[in-house]
């Protein structure tokens, strides 16, 4: 029994995860359940749509800061709509998205591999040239903060210098 009320729940939610989710709609939780929208996406989504409902695809990208065509393309893949219409030639459904993925397959040549590594290796690059520039400017910091030290202390001995002879003075 136990079986068949989980096996009815993951249905249901299997159900609920294909559903169009209409961002004119939706609140900031359901938006959040689709693939490629976090909590700072979908704020921004529900901010904007404070202002007005969206007109179209086209007004959504243009409202909502950190969307483009390729982000839009994956939203509407994921059961996004703007005023019931998805977006310009994504497919209607995830299981759409990966026939057509299956079907577009190329097969893997020689060049690929090496395309990846030089990628990892101008990542590890950068990484390696943040590091350095993180270092330098945490060295510079230090050696700012030792002169301006030795600075402060050149100046007290100064004054207690020139404070010895005038006592020196009116001992006499």
Not at 113 to 135: G, I, L, N
Not at 140 to 149: I, L, P, S, T, V
């Amino acid at each position: 029994m136990l079986k068949k009320i989980l096996a009815i729940v993951a249905m249901l939610y299997a159900v609920a995860s294909f559903a169009a989710v209409d961002v004119n709609k939706a609140t900031a939780a359901e938006l959040d359940g689709l693939k490629g929208i976090g909590p700072g996406i979908s704020s921004k989504i529900v901010d904007e749509r404070k202002k007005g409902d969206f007109k179209d695809w086209n007004d959504f990208i243009e409202r909502v800061k950190g969307v483009g065509d390729k982000n839009a393309a994956t939203f509407s893949s994921e059961g996004m709509t703007v005023n019931g219409s998805s977006f310009k030639g994504a497919p209607a459904t995830p299981a759409a998205k990966a026939s057509t993925k299956k079907a577009d397959a190329k097969p893997a040549t020689a060049a690929e591999p090496a395309a990846t590594v030089a990628t990892t290796d101008e990542k590890k690059d950068a990484k390696a040239d943040a590091k350095a520039k993180k270092a330098a400017k945490a060295e510079a910091k230090k050696k700012k903060a030792d002169d301006a030290k030795a600075a402060k202390a050149a100046k007290s001995k100064a004054k207690a210098d020139a404070a010895k002879p005038a006592a020196s003075a009116a001992k006499n």
